[in-house]
């Protein structure tokens, strides 16, 4: 059975410094609340994976919290690169940063193999690229069955999943609607799993396009509307594109990044109040 706490609860409760930690969503649904409250209680020595790393993980490796990153893609998705990605690859700034980098087609073999409670998982791909020899962890298998050589990649079981959704009932089922990405793969492959939702409701209304994550698979959920901003949650707001063209602008100085962080994550108590700060902002 999951509990429902406060989302500074559950990450003081659940994210330990040095912990392996997902933070999925695809397109939409990016949890970049629990993101912002990671940074606020200051979390070190993290192991960040995610698909397709984007704002807030820009976010999270500028503050010092993360010491690897296994990805796949990453950028400001329609806006160009991740400045402190780059900065802390390139020039070990705020410190150096181990990457695991793979193909999206690796990080869901080794999401669905880590779902499953396998030691890899496999794939037709990597064979003919370069990506091996600069990841020792995509190696080759032969299959058993027909000989044929394949890429396999270890499998990923965070030590936390973290999902925004749009609603949880009060037992603590969990709906998703929408784009899913990995995010399935990614809850059940984890040890923990914390959900932030825009609502809880009493009940479940029946899923349309989208999956329903039982209640003994899910840690924890926490009530936090806009939990996503400033990606979207479908059904509820839209995407703020305006704050992704902004924020190469705001990632390329480190002065100027540290400035914003400040004022608008640490000095917040939460998201409500992250929310509030953003008006404030000069244009």
Same mark, same amino acid.
């Given at each position: 059975?999951?509990?429902?706490?406060?989302?500074?609860?559950?990450?003081?409760?659940?994210?330990?410094?040095?912990?392996?930690?997902?933070?999925?969503?695809?397109?939409?649904?990016?949890?970049?609340?629990?993101?912002?409250?990671?940074?606020?209680?200051?979390?070190?020595?993290?192991?960040?994976?995610?698909?397709?790393?984007?704002?807030?993980?820009?976010?999270?490796?500028?503050?010092?919290?993360?010491?690897?990153?296994?990805?796949?893609?990453?950028?400001?998705?329609?806006?160009?690169?991740?400045?402190?990605?780059?900065?802390?690859?390139?020039?070990?700034?705020?410190?150096?940063?181990?990457?695991?980098?793979?193909?999206?087609?690796?990080?869901?073999?080794?999401?669905?193999?880590?779902?499953?409670?396998?030691?890899?998982?496999?794939?037709?791909?990597?064979?003919?690229?370069?990506?091996?020899?600069?990841?020792?962890?995509?190696?080759?298998?032969?299959?058993?069955?027909?000989?044929? %050589?394949? !890429?396999?990649? #270890? $499998?990923? @079981?965070?030590? =936390?999943?973290?999902?925004?959704?749009?609603? +949880?009932?009060?037992?603590?089922?969990?709906?998703?609607?929408?784009?899913?990405?990995?995010?399935?793969?990614?809850?059940?492959?984890?040890?923990?799993?914390?959900?932030?939702?825009?609502?809880? %409701?009493? !009940?479940?209304? #029946? $899923?349309? @396009?989208?999956? =329903?994550?039982?209640?003994?698979?899910?840690? +924890?959920?926490?009530?936090?509307?806009?939990?996503?901003?400033?990606?979207?949650?479908?059904?509820?707001?839209?995407?703020?594109?305006?704050?992704?063209?902004?924020?190469?602008?705001?990632?390329?100085?480190?002065?100027?990044?540290? $400035?914003?962080?400040?004022?608008?994550?640490?000095?917040?108590?939460?998201?409500?109040?992250?929310?509030?700060?953003?008006?404030?902002?000069?244009?």
């Amino acid at each position: 059975m999951s509990v429902i706490l406060p989302l500074a609860d559950a990450i003081e409760r659940f994210i330990t410094d040095g912990a392996s930690v997902a933070l999925e969503g695809f397109t939409h649904l990016i949890p970049f609340a629990a993101g912002h409250e990671i940074i606020r209680q200051r979390r070190r020595e993290l192991h960040l994976i995610r698909m397709t790393p984007d704002l807030i993980y820009d976010q999270l490796i500028g503050m010092g919290c993360a010491r690897k990153l296994t990805f796949s893609w990453g950028g400001n998705p329609g806006v160009g690169s991740l400045h402190r990605l780059r900065d802390a690859v390139e020039n070990h700034w705020p410190r150096a940063l181990e990457l695991d980098e793979h193909s999206h087609a690796g990080m869901a073999a080794a999401f669905c193999a880590g779902a499953a409670r396998l030691p890899f998982g496999v794939l037709r791909g990597y064979l003919d690229t370069d990506l091996p020899a600069h990841n020792p962890n995509i190696r080759r298998v032969a299959c058993p069955f027909t000989g044929e %050589v394949l !890429a396999a990649v #270890p $499998a990923l @079981n965070p030590d =936390v999943t973290i999902l925004h959704a749009q609603r +949880a009932d009060r037992a603590g089922n969990v709906a998703i609607e929408g784009i899913l990405g990995a995010t399935r793969e990614a809850a059940l492959a984890a040890t923990t799993l914390i959900v932030t939702v825009e609502e809880i %409701v009493d !009940a479940l209304p #029946p $899923a349309m @396009n989208g999956i =329903v994550l039982p209640h003994w698979v899910v840690t +924890a959920v926490a009530h936090c509307p806009g939990g996503a901003y400033p990606s979207y949650a479908q059904g509820h707001y839209a995407r703020d594109n305006a704050f992704y063209k902004q924020w190469d602008e705001i990632a390329r100085d480190r002065s100027r990044f540290l $400035a914003w962080m400040h004022r608008h994550v640490l000095a917040t108590g939460d998201h409500r109040a992250f929310l509030a700060s953003l008006p404030q902002e000069a244009a």
